[in-house]
């Protein structure tokens, strides 16, 4: 099993869409967790950390449930702007390495 | 923007040969990682440096070295080069803090042929 997992997509979704993308993670001792924005040949940006009791961000919202091992983000109203790929992020305590998924690519259609 | 640089932009080199590339962090930052990105896929980690000290690595052979200087910035070396180390080579920088929020530079594109 890999140590972090993502559906590669893509999403195709039509503006004003609500679209949610899943990511899974092996390691139980996992404790920050991210989502990256990667548009293409470009570097991830930050989109947001996702904390243990979820967290909003205007039309993002990212949930961590421990005891299935995901997180997830969900994205409201889908603008042309969102078309890029999603990429979760989990890393273990201390100074471990982090482990990206392979991201999910979402395209929002007009 | 993050305020992270690398350079170069792009570099072509060819098999067996050897390569520097090089990253500035953000300011306020001490922390640098390194990751690998293959066409398709997620960053791969290489290693992090803290404190001009390397602080965890990934699964990646020892000719791939590094070196983190006083003011933070941060080197990437690898020797040997082979077809397979192409790809984009992306610097990370970040507060060894809590949050750990990490603010990645444009990246180098290497290309071994």
Known sequence: ?110 | ETGVTQSPTHLIKTRGQQVTLRCSSQSGHNTVSWYQQALGQGPQFIFQYYREEENGRGNFPPRFSGLQFPNYSSELNVNALELDDSALYLCASSWQGASYEQYFGPGTRLTVT
Do not use: H
């Not at chain 1, 299935?68 to 990429?87: G, N, P, V």
């Open chain 1, 1 to 110: 099993r890999k140590e972090v997992e993502q559906d590669p997509g893509p999403f195709n979704v039509p503006e004003g869409a609500t679209v949610a993308f899943n990511c899974t993670y092996s390691n139980s001792a996992s404790q920050s967790f991210f989502w990256y924005r990667q548009d293409c040949r470009k570097e991830p940006k930050l989109l947001m950390s996702v904390y243990s009791s979820g967290n909003e961000d205007g039309r993002f919202t990212a949930q961590l449930n421990r005891a299935s091992q995901y997180i997830s983000l969900l994205i409201r109203d889908s603008k042309l702007s969102d078309s890029a790929t999603y990429l979760c992020v989990v890393k273990p305590g201390g100074y471990q390495k982090v482990t990206f998924g392979t991201g999910t690519k979402l395209q929002v259609i007009p």
